[in-house]
């Protein structure tokens, strides 16, 4: 039987002289040459001046996904998209009501159009914040919308609790703790938001 051979070399795997014809087949000048084949390659695979090699052989999809929202909107689920409608449109009569009644003159208050914007992730449609109160909504991942508030020595509480109580606000609207505290949380979105966010009456 013939002995088996290297695939690479070609030498007979079973042979006395395995170890020295390996040895002659990869001498110092073999080194070399390999050695300048590699630093070549290598200089090959290093960054250029505007395609870094990750991108060039591994590239990153840049597409930004959909808004969950459009999604949403286009599912056969006619009930629940009635029901999303309802929901947005009780979410900025909530808003309106604030505006119109409770904020103070040149009280402070972030909001944000989120709903063609994809710099925030796909789930958010809308924020707004005022030193007293934490309103947001969002689509979730079951194609539904959510709300999530919140309240801060609040003088008008109880009325916008009141607003909170028919449909479809008192299943999709949900109080959260803002983390560290209320307070923080509101004087670093005043710090990290952009200006035109930033409103005041």
């Not at 208050?109 to 969002?138: A, C, I």
């Amino acid at each position: 039987m013939a002995s088996p051979k290297c695939a690479c070399t070609g030498i007979s795997l079973n042979s006395k002289t395995a170890a020295q014809a390996l040895s002659n087949h990869f001498s110092p000048k073999s080194e070399t040459i390999i050695t300048h084949l590699t630093h070549n390659h290598m200089k090959e695979l290093k960054q250029s001046d505007d395609k870094p090699i990750i991108n060039t052989h591994y590239p990153i999809n840049q597409r930004q996904p959909t808004k969950r929202w459009v999604i949403a909107q286009a599912r056969p689920e006619k009930l629940t998209v009635m029901q999303n409608n309802c929901t947005e449109v009780a979410y900025h009569s909530v808003i309106d009501a604030v505006k119109k009644l409770h904020l103070k003159p040149n009280e402070v208050y972030y909001e944000r159009d989120l709903k063609n914007d994809k710099s925030q992730g796909s789930l958010g449609m809308h924020s707004f914040m005022t030193p007293n109160f934490y309103w947001v909504l969002y689509c979730e991942f079951t194609y539904t919308y959510a709300i999530d508030f919140a309240f801060y020595n609040c003088p008008y509480e109880s009325e916008l609790r009141t607003m909170l109580r028919p449909f479809p606000l008192d299943r999709q609207a949900k109080e959260k703790e803002l983390q560290p505290n209320f307070k923080t949380f509101y004087q670093n979105v005043l710090k990290i938001q952009d200006p035109a966010f930033l409103h005041s009456l």
